[in-house]
């Protein structure tokens, strides 16, 4: 017969990281914060989510310039500046790797 150790010590780890996801789950993130400069930097020629807004031509000062950019015209330039094929795509690979920095997971 042989003993398993460690146990203990990984439930701890899975009930702390499932604390934390739920606490991630309830939170409404700004744009800003889920686009960080590395993801930035790494997908894009921007350091930073104003660079990005100002290179795209169109006037984004409010959250209502924002929703006004047609969808498709949005999605084109995020084409042309990413390899992502639109917004969402991208908006969905940042919020993975931003969840995956709150969790301590990256």
Do not use: C
Request: charged share 30%; glycine share 6%; hydrophobic share 40%.
């Amino acid at each position: 017969m042989f003993k398993i150790t460690g146990l203990d010590e990984a439930m701890k780890k899975l009930n702390d990281l499932q604390r934390k996801a739920e606490a991630i789950n309830k939170q409404s993130v700004p744009v800003g914060e889920v686009l960080t400069p590395a993801f930035l930097l790494r997908h894009t020629p921007f350091g930073s989510a104003d660079e990005m807004y100002q290179a795209s031509g169109f006037k984004i000062e409010t959250p209502e310039d924002f929703a006004a950019i047609p969808d498709e015209e949005w999605d084109a330039f995020i084409r042309s500046i990413s390899s992502f094929t639109d917004w969402k795509s991208m908006l969905n690979e940042a919020g993975k790797e931003w969840a995956a920095q709150k969790l301590g997971l990256k």
